[in-house]
């Protein structure tokens, strides 16, 4: 449509008029980028962009007028000694561009190994098994 919206519809001949059977996005939190690095989409929410635990956001007065497009950035260094993990659930996850993704190893070895690399900023589970890991 010219709002942008991928749109699928079905003719009702009784009332002749469009039925709209479904649409993309949703909402706002469907879009892509809709919030930047570091930050979460949530429809519950104003605004709707959040920066993760331990994250502030980038450029404060974008935030305040409900632009989370910059995303946030660390409160304090990533110490590779001191590696911890916030769990968040039910997250779409990230581009995977710059992952490292291997399908033969379990949730347990998945943080072994993010905790090994130095670079490692998260991790997450694969289809019950499997493991993806983003560096940088």
Not at 98 to 116: H, S, Y
Request: aromatic share 10%; with cysteine; proline share 5%.
């Amino acid at each position: 449509s010219s709002s942008g919206t991928f749109d699928r519809f079905t003719w009702v001949p009784p009332s002749w008029q469009w039925n709209t059977v479904w649409s993309s996005p949703k909402d706002e939190c469907d879009l892509y980028k809709t919030c930047g690095p570091y930050s979460y989409c949530d429809v519950n929410t104003s605004p709707r962009c959040n920066c993760i635990q331990g994250f502030d956001p980038k450029n404060q007065q974008q935030w305040d007028l409900s632009n989370g497009v910059s995303g946030c950035v660390r409160r304090t260094r990533l110490s590779c000694r001191e590696k911890r993990f916030l769990r968040l659930k039910k997250m779409k996850l990230p581009v995977t561009m710059d992952a490292i993704v291997d399908r033969n190893i379990g949730k347990k070895e998945c943080k072994k190994r993010c905790l090994t690399n130095c670079n490692c900023t998260a991790y997450a589970n694969v289809d019950r098994s499997g493991c993806l890991i983003w560096t940088g």
